[in-house]
């Protein structure tokens, strides 16, 4: 049976279709989902996150546990700041991609995805058995709310009546929220700017409620799936999986080589270089490439697989991510996608596929 929102019962009273996500019932859409991607490009739109892994590494070496556990360099991020990194295996295959935030110098909030939570949990627990750290799951204890748009500074400072010019990307601070003590971060998963609300689960209701009386547009998974797609933004079980390591993925760059010692460090070295690119598609017409199809070369032979795809709300055309031969990944590449018996014509292009105006 899948675990209710904190949210549930509101999601109920705004009508929202439900999907089990990770063992969670989750809003999937409102109404539209093109009209609640619309909302978080030109306004702002407001999620339930709440099926997130929330995880505490505490303790003197909380720091030194994080830099073995994790890829990249924790100790160096300041309190108050955050760091997207990955959780990796011994033969460097990525188990989750994390937001891992600083709270304070001893204390750390480790962002997992809800499909991965006791995954990391359990990873995390085992590799900092040596170190004067505790992990906790905490992930019962949290409801989160995230505001995403141009907007989204505007109703969040209204919300928690806060200056929100010196919280940097990729930052926290201690909030109130519609009268509740919160935690909030600036990150985000669309594309746009944004804001995340961690609260807890009866704090929510009033928070979320604060939120859409300035003007966030309630919105679903289903658009958060084509917002991220559009800001070329990996989704754990699509871009990256266990066979897949962060060079595969084109994110090489959270790899902290400059660490003495982590896990994952020796496959990770061997395995940098790769023949293969995680890379975007452009298509034409109306039909999109979806996850699992096929990517065909000029001679129809399969040279790769469609990781995410769907027709562009913003773009109005269709996008796809797909790694496809390191040979083949240059902007401009002609290349096909097998949909459903037809071959229809991509172009490779850059990723993203949308930045958000200056």
Not at 1 to 11: A, F, G, I, Q
Not at 72 to 98: F, H, I, N
Not at 114 to 130: F, H, I, K, P, Q
Request: charge should be negative.
């Amino acid at each position: 049976m899948s675990t209710p929102s904190p949210l549930h019962e509101v999601h109920q009273s705004l009508g929202a279709s439900f999907t089990d996500f990770a063992g969670w019932s989750m809003p999937l859409r409102y109404g539209s989902e093109l009209a609640e991607h619309k909302a978080v490009r030109t306004a702002s739109g407001l999620f339930d996150l709440s099926h997130m892994g929330e995880i505490a590494v505490t303790g003197p070496q909380a720091a030194a546990a994080l830099d073995f556990a994790l890829v990249g360099t924790l100790s160096k991020v300041k309190p108050g700041r955050a760091r997207y990194t990955m959780l990796c295996a011994e033969d460097g295959g990525v188990l989750d991609d994390l937001v891992v935030y600083r709270l304070a110098d001893e204390e750390y909030m480790v962002v997992a995805n809800a499909s991965n939570a006791a995954t990391v949990v359990a990873a995390l627990t085992e590799r900092a058995a040596d170190f004067d750290a505790t992990v906790t799951d905490r992930s019962a204890e949290y409801a989160l709310i995230a505001v995403q748009g141009p907007t989204s500074a505007e109703i969040v400072a209204a919300v928690t009546g806060a200056t929100l010019d010196g919280l940097k990307y990729y930052a926290s601070m201690p909030a109130t929220a519609a009268g509740h003590d919160v935690l909030l971060a600036r990150t985000g998963y669309t594309g746009e700017d944004g804001f995340e609300i961690y609260a807890t689960a009866a704090q929510a209701p009033e928070i979320w409620a604060a939120c859409a009386e300035r003007g966030a547009t309630p919105a679903g998974l289903a658009c958060r799936d084509t917002l991220r797609l559009e800001a070329g933004m990996p989704l754990y079980g699509n871009e990256l999986t266990a066979e897949l390591t962060p060079f595969d993925a084109g994110l090489g760059r959270v790899v902290k080589f400059e660490k003495p010692e982590f896990v994952g460090r020796a496959a990770l070295e061997k395995r940098q270089e790769t023949d293969r690119a995680l890379v975007g598609l452009r298509g034409e017409g109306r039909r999109a490439p979806r996850h699992g199809y096929s990517v065909l070369d000029a001679d129809s032979a399969q040279v790769g697989t469609v990781t995410s795809g769907a027709l562009s709300p913003t773009l109005g055309h269709p996008i796809a991510m797909a790694y496809v031969p390191a040979a083949l990944s240059a902007p401009g590449t002609a290349l096909t996608v097998d949909i459903r018996g037809a071959k229809a014509p991509v172009e490779v292009v850059a990723l993203p596929f949308y930045q958000r105006p200056a």
